[in-house]
């Protein structure tokens, strides 16, 4: 851990929304900044290294999603020495409020984002919206957004039927389109599962010439979960933090899905579906002989028994 950062290891859960809010504040403050933005909103600012990184969050997500109630960039603070601007809200609001409108635009009067090597914006789903649409304001930088929606505006996305209760979020203001917003950025990731197919359009707006669309299939419409349940979002921060992040080295990582019981169910499922026999014996095959695994073992011995029938033929192990 950084030197004089002891603190940030403080465990938030279990106190009350004022008070994590108070103590969020507090520790802020004590390493940087803190500024309510409205009723809904408001940022923490950790002033530590040349890198910067930005991510939107919820209160929700943040004590859903850390066993510390803490926001998913202080370990990046802590262990790598990074700057962290925390941008959050109570509930999903797709950041859509003049205050953050005018927030952003102050720091870009006052050359803030210039004081850093590298800058870094990141969120997930609503937050991804938000990461993509507000790194406008910090040119070259680099973004990863996991499963951002394009926007709400229903002339654009009328398809999308999840969000209808926010329609009447305004997407044609400043800030608005999220794609747009991207064109000044360095680099941008967008990751997402092929198999949702309304995430699947979303990013399909996202294609530029700047953006990499990054595929995580059979994670299911938890894409965020999932990447912290592997152990690989910070991995892909750290290396997106030092322009190390490719297609390739999220693939690599990307094997540890091999492990995670959401997917292996998730491709299961699928391969059951499309009643792929050989390949359902090759998969059970494979996860039985690494983990116990009774329900793959089960399918597993089913298979082997439509097998000796005479309906296919597993391949021999190599």
Not at 93 to 114: A, H, N, P
Not at 168 to 191: C, E, H, K, N, W
Not at 196 to 205: E, G, N, P
Request: charged residues 25%.
């Amino acid at each position: 851990m950084q030197d004089g950062l002891e603190n940030l290891d403080e465990d938030l859960s279990g106190l009350k929304p004022a008070q994590w809010k108070a103590r969020m504040a507090a520790l802020a403050e004590q390493h940087g900044m803190y500024q309510p933005l409205g009723d809904k909103h408001f940022t923490t600012f950790i002033d530590q290294g040349n890198t910067l990184l930005v991510t939107f969050e919820t209160i929700q997500g943040i004590h859903n999603l850390s066993d510390q109630a803490q926001p998913l960039g202080f370990d990046l603070v802590k262990n790598l020495g990074w700057s962290h601007m925390c941008v959050v809200s109570d509930g999903d609001t797709w950041f859509r409020d003049e205050r953050i409108y005018g927030f952003f635009d102050q720091l870009v009067d006052d050359g803030f984002f210039d004081e850093f090597e590298n800058v870094l914006f990141y969120g997930a789903g609503p937050c991804g919206y938000a990461a993509a649409a507000y790194s406008v304001a910090s040119p070259g930088a680099t973004v990863v957004a996991v499963q951002p929606q394009a926007t709400l505006d229903p002339r654009m996305t009328e398809w999308d039927d999840r969000f209808a209760e926010n329609r009447r979020l305004s997407f044609t203001d400043r800030y608005g389109y999220a794609p747009d917003m991207l064109d000044a950025a360095g680099q941008a990731f967008v990751i997402y599962d092929p198999q949702v197919r309304l995430d699947a359009m979303h990013a399909a707006l996202f294609a530029r010439r700047n953006v990499t669309r990054l595929r995580a299939s059979h994670m299911g419409d938890a894409v965020q979960t999932r990447l912290i349940e592997m152990e690989m979002l910070y991995h892909i921060l750290s290396l997106a933090g030092s322009g190390k992040l490719s297609e390739a080295a999220f693939c690599k990582l990307f094997r540890a899905r091999r492990n995670n019981p959401f997917f292996l169910r998730n491709l299961l499922g699928r391969l059951e579906r499309e009643d792929r026999g050989v390949l359902i014996a090759l998969l059970c095959r494979n996860v039985t002989e690494r983990m116990r695994a009774p329900r793959f073992r089960r399918r597993l011995e089913e298979m082997q028994k439509r097998a000796e029938s005479g309906e296919f033929t597993i391949p021999d192990k190599r």
